[in-house]
C-alpha cells in the first residue's frame, strides 16, 4: 500500500498570487494600453471613417465627430477616465468607489463593440472595406488595444474545482466551460463599494438632479436616434457603460444618495420628464412619451397585484380595455349608444370604477385559487373581455361597443377650457397635442406612484407582502388572505382603468384587437408582466424603466421585420438568465437570486 503524504506549509511561506489578468500580458502594460487605447480613440472619432455620406451619419468629416462616432467618443472618454483613477490621479479618484478594473473592462468592451458595429455596418452597407477611411482603421486598431489591455489587467480568480478522474469527455468539457465562465464573471465582477461620505444636504441634492439631467440627456438621445445603425450602437453603448459605471461603484453611491432625499428624487424625476416636450422640436417623439406612460402607468399597477401581492395576472390587459371602453362611452363620441358627453373628471371616475367594479367581480370569485389556477383564470377572463366587446355589435349580443369596428370619432379632451386637441405656445414652445396628453400622464403617473408608495408602506401593504412571501404562514398569523388579495386586485384595476380613459382620448379609437393576451406591440398582458419583471417586482422605479424600454426598443427595432420578435425575445431570455431579479433590484429577491450576496442590515417591508 502507497500512503501519500502533504509537506506541510511553513509560517514563512508566501501565498500563490492568485490575481492574474484574462490574458498574458503583464498588469502594468495592460493598464498603460487600455489607458492609452481610451485616448486614442477619442482622437480617432475627430478623423474621417468613410469617404462618402451615404452611411448614415455622415462620417467623412475631420474634426468633428457625428453619428456613431459620438458613441465612440463616449467609450474612449470612460475607458480613459477609469484608467486614469487607477493610477490614482487626484481628482479622479472618486469615479470609482469601488475599484476601476472591473469599470475599465467594461468601458473599453463598450467601445469596442460599438466601435467595431460601425466598421463592419459601413463595410456591410457600402460593399467592403475598400469604403473605410485611415480614421476607420485607426479607430478599430486602438480599441481592439485598449480591449486587450483591459482583459489583463488583474482580479482574484476563483479556485478551480479539480476533475473527476472517472468523468467522460464530455462532462470534462463541460466542467471546463463552467469553470472558465465563472473566471470571466469574476473579471468583471465590481468590487465591494464603500459608503459614501456625508456631504451637505444641498451638495447631495445637486448631485441627484445632475444624475436625473443626464437621465433626461440619455433618454432624449436614444428616442430621438433617428437611424437602426444609431439606436443599435446606442444600446451597445448604454448597455456596457451603464455596467462599467456600476461595476465603478458610481451607481450604488447614487442610489444610496437617493435613498437619503427619496421624496426629492422621485419630484425630480417628475420634473425631468415634464421638461422632456421641451427637448423636442416637434410632437413626433413625444407620441411615443404619452404612450411610455400609459404603458408605464398600466405596468405600475399590475405591479401591485404582482409585485406586492404575488398575484399571476395574465389578463390585466382587460382592465385597461374596461376603462377605456367606459370612458369613451360617455366622452361624446358619436359611436356611443349613450349619447352623453361628460366633462373630463366624470369620465376619469366612470372609467375607475368600471375597472373597479370589474375588478371586484372578476376577484371575488377567482381569488380563493392560488398560483397556476388563478393565472388560468385571468387569462380566460382577458380573452372573455375582449371577445365580449367584439360580440356587442347589435347582432350577436346588445349594440353597446360597435363590435370590432370599437367607438372611433372620441373627442379630444378639455380640462378647465383647456383644449389638449390642438398646439398651444407655451414661454417661446410649442406643445402639441401629444404633448399635451403626456403631461397629462405625467400627473396620473404621479398619482399611481403615490398610490402605489402609500399602499405599499400601510399596513395593508405589509399583508401583501406577508401573502406573497407565504401565504400559509400569513394565514396563521390572522391575516384574511380573501381580503388582502381582492383589495389587491381592485387597486389595480382601478389605477388600469385610470390610464385607459386617457388612453381612449389619445388613441380618438378603442376597438377589442387593442387588448390582446399577447401580441407584436404593448400594451398587452404578456408586455405588461415582462415590463414588471424586467424592471423588478416590488419596486417604483423598475416597472416605468421595464415599460419604458419595452415599448421603446420594439419601437425602434422594426427594421428587422419578422425577426423582432425573435430578437426582442432573446433579449430578455439572456437578461431573465443573468439578471433575474430585475434591472431594479428589489433587496429580497436579490437575495433570493444569488445567494452569495451580502444581506443589508436593513430590508424595507417590500424592498423597494
Not at 478623423?47 to 465612440?72: M, R
Not at 465591494?192 to 436625473?212: C, D, S, T
Not at 380618438?508 to 404578456?526: D, K, R
Not at 428587422?560 to 433579449?571: K, P
Amino acid at each position: 500500500m502507497t500512503t501519500h503524504t502533504t509537506a506541510p506549509k511553513t509560517a514563512g511561506t508566501p501565498a500563490p498570487d492568485t490575481r492574474t489578468g484574462l490574458i498574458g500580458i503583464p498588469p502594468h502594460i495592460g493598464r498603460a494600453l487600455a489607458t492609452g487605447g481610451g485616448l486614442l480613440t477619442i482622437i480617432s472619432t475627430f478623423l474621417a471613417w468613410t469617404w462618402t455620406a451615404e452611411f448614415p451619419g455622415d462620417l467623412t468629416v475631420y474634426g468633428y465627430p457625428g453619428g456613431l462616432q459620438v458613441l465612440a467618443l463616449i467609450g474612449g472618454a470612460l475607458t480613459t477616465l477609469f484608467g486614469l483613477a487607477s493610477y490614482g490621479v487626484k481628482g479622479l479618484r472618486w469615479l470609482a468607489p469601488s475599484g476601476a478594473d472591473a469599470a475599465i473592462r467594461f468601458a473599453a468592451l463598450a467601445t469596442f463593440a460599438t466601435t467595431w458595429y460601425t466598421i463592419i455596418a459601413i463595410s456591410a452597407q457600402l460593399g467592403g472595406l475598400v469604403n473605410l477611411e485611415p480614421g476607420g482603421y485607426i479607430a478599430a486598431a486602438v480599441t481592439l488595444i485598449a480591449l486587450l489591455g483591459a482583459l489583463a489587467l488583474p482580479f482574484e480568480r476563483p479556485e478551480p474545482d479539480p476533475f473527476d478522474p472517472d468523468d467522460t469527455g464530455w462532462e470534462k468539457f463541460r466542467h471546463t466551460t463552467a469553470q472558465n465562465w465563472q473566471t470571466i464573471r469574476a473579471a468583471f465582477a465590481p468590487g465591494a463599494p464603500r459608503p459614501v461620505r456625508a456631504l451637505p444636504a444641498y451638495a447631495e441634492i445637486l448631485i441627484i438632479v445632475a444624475v436625473l439631467a443626464i437621465a433626461l440627456l440619455v433618454f432624449t438621445y436614444g428616442i430621438g436616434t433617428e437611424y437602426d445603425e444609431l439606436f443599435v450602437g446606442f444600446l451597445i453603448m448604454a448597455g456596457f457603460g451603464f455596467a462599467a459605471l456600476n461595476a465603478s461603484g458610481l451607481i450604488s453611491q447614487v442610489t444610496q444618495l437617493t435613498a437619503r432625499h427619496q421624496n426629492i428624487t422621485i419630484c425630480g424625476a417628475f420634473i425631468a420628464a415634464a421638461c422632456f416636450p421641451f427637448t423636442q422640436t416637434d410632437d413626433q417623439y413625444a407620441t411615443i412619451g404619452v404612450y411610455i406612460l400609459i404603458f408605464a402607468t398600466v405596468a405600475l399597477g399590475l405591479n401591485i397585484v404582482v409585485g406586492l401581492a404575488g398575484l399571476l395576472d395574465l389578463g390585466y390587459v382587460a382592465f385597461l380595455g374596461v376603462g377605456a371602453y367606459a370612458a369613451s362611452l360617455v366622452s361624446g363620441s358619436q359611436s356611443s349608444p349613450f349619447g352623453v358627453h361628460f366633462p373630463f373628471w366624470a369620465a376619469v371616475l366612470v372609467g375607475a370604477a368600471a375597472s373597479l367594479v370589474f375588478g371586484v367581480l372578476i376577484g371575488a370569485p377567482t381569488l380563493r385559487l392560488r398560483g397556476d389556477y388563478l393565472a388560468i383564470v385571468t387569462l380566460g377572463f382577458g380573452e372573455i373581455f375582449r371577445i365580449a366587446a367584439n360580440n356587442l355589435d347589435g347582432t350577436s349580443g346588445p349594440d353597446l361597443t360597435n363590435g370590432s369596428n370599437g367607438i372611433s370619432s372620441i373627442p379630444d379632451l378639455k380640462i378647465l377650457g383647456f383644449d389638449l386637441g390642438i398646439q398651444h405656445d407655451i414661454a417661446g414652445f410649442t406643445i402639441g397635442r401629444f404633448a399635451n396628453y403626456f403631461f397629462l400622464m405625467l400627473v396620473i403617473t404621479a398619482v399611481v406612484v403615490l398610490v402605489f408608495r402609500r399602499s405599499g408602506d400601510s399596513r395593508i401593504g405589509r399583508a401583501w407582502v406577508a401573502i406573497r412571501e407565504d401565504e400559509t404562514a400569513a394565514l396563521a398569523m390572522g391575516i384574511n388572505g380573501f381580503r388582502v388579495k381582492l383589495i389587491a386586485f381592485a387597486v389595480g384595476a382601478t389605477l388600469a382603468g385610470l390610464a385607459g380613459t386617457v388612453q381612449a382620448h389619445v388613441t380618438y379609437t378603442v376597438t377589442p384587437e387593442q387588448y390582446l393576451f399577447a401580441g407584436t406591440s404593448p400594451p398587452n398582458s404578456a408586455f405588461l408582466l415582462a415590463a414588471v419583471v424586467l424592471g423588478g417586482m416590488g419596486t417604483i422605479a423598475g416597472p416605468l424603466i421595464g415599460a419604458s424600454l419595452l415599448f421603446l426598443i420594439p419601437n425602434k427595432l422594426q427594421f428587422l421585420g419578422d425577426y423582432q420578435l425573435f430578437a426582442f425575445g432573446l433579449a430578455l431570455v439572456l437578461l431573465m438568465r443573468f439578471r433575474p431579479e430585475g434591472l431594479i433590484a428589489n433587496k429580497r429577491r436579490k437575495l433570493e437570486f444569488h445567494e452569495e450576496a451580502e444581506a443589508p442590515t436593513v430590508l424595507s417591508k417590500t424592498g423597494a
